[in-house]
T-cell receptor
């Protein structure tokens, strides 16, 4: 059974710092992995999708990497801004459904 | 660009009542997924449909049923509502089901409150 873990559960950093969020999964047989952002009580915004054959994807200040063999993905956020404050969720497409991590709650202090 | 549409956005029901949530996928998307997110929890997969047929089933209670119609929109029917059904219900759509690794696009969610 696929399990997804995100570390840390919460992170608070000053504005301008570069930071890394971690996601690990137990079964390497995945189709893809998506990173989402969720603001409190709001919907899910897809940030990046990495197909199982890819190693990384970039969008603006975000870079996501995937190491399928070790069951790990990282989301790198460069030059963090207060507007980046949200919960970041990692979801693995395994067996045609998304299996979710519990998220990392990120707070960027001005 | 058109996105996934969900209605209603908010719904308040009493215990033992029924509720119907609707989802309109992105045009030309043939797969619809339903997820439930309880307060402070990560989303849980409920059920999915591909080309109007149920394709995968997750942790959907027997009190819930769903279907996908000929125009590809989907409805989640919830009966005998319980307090624990209060949650955000997300619908997602994608293009292609098997072997394509399709990206799932999410709607804004329906917030169901059961009192």
């Amino acid at each position: 059974k696929q399990e997804v873990t995100q570390i840390p559960a919460a992170l608070s950093v000053p504005e301008g710092e570069n930071l890394v969020l971690n996601c690990s999964f137990t079964d390497s047989a995945i189709y893809n992995l998506q990173w989402f952002r969720q603001d409190p009580g709001k919907g899910l915004t897809s940030l990046l999708l990495i197909q199982s054959s890819q190693r990384e994807q970039t969008s603006g200040r975000l870079n996501a990497s995937l190491d399928k063999s070790s069951g790990r993905s990282t989301l790198y956020i460069a030059a963090s801004q207060p507007g980046d404050s949200a919960t970041y969720l990692c979801a693995v497409n395994s067996n045609y459904q998304l299996i979710w991590g519990a998220g990392t709650k990120l707070i960027i202090k001005p | 660009a058109a996105g996934v549409i969900q209605s209603p956005r908010h719904l308040i029901k009493e215990k033992r009542e029924t509720a119907t949530l609707k989802c309109y996928p992105i045009p030309r998307h043939d797969t619809v997924y339903w997820y439930q997110q309880g307060p402070g929890q990560d989303p849980q997969f409920l059920i999915s449909f591909y080309e109007k047929m149920q394709s995968d089933k997750g942790s959907i209670p027997d009190r819930f049923s769903a279907q996908q119609f000929s125009d590809y929109h989907s409805e989640l029917n919830m009966s005998s509502l319980e307090l624990g059904d209060s949650a955000l219900y997300f619908c997602a759509s994608s293009l292609g089901r098997r072997g394509t690794g399709g990206e799932q696009y999410f709607g804004p969610g329906t917030r169901l409150t059961v009192t």
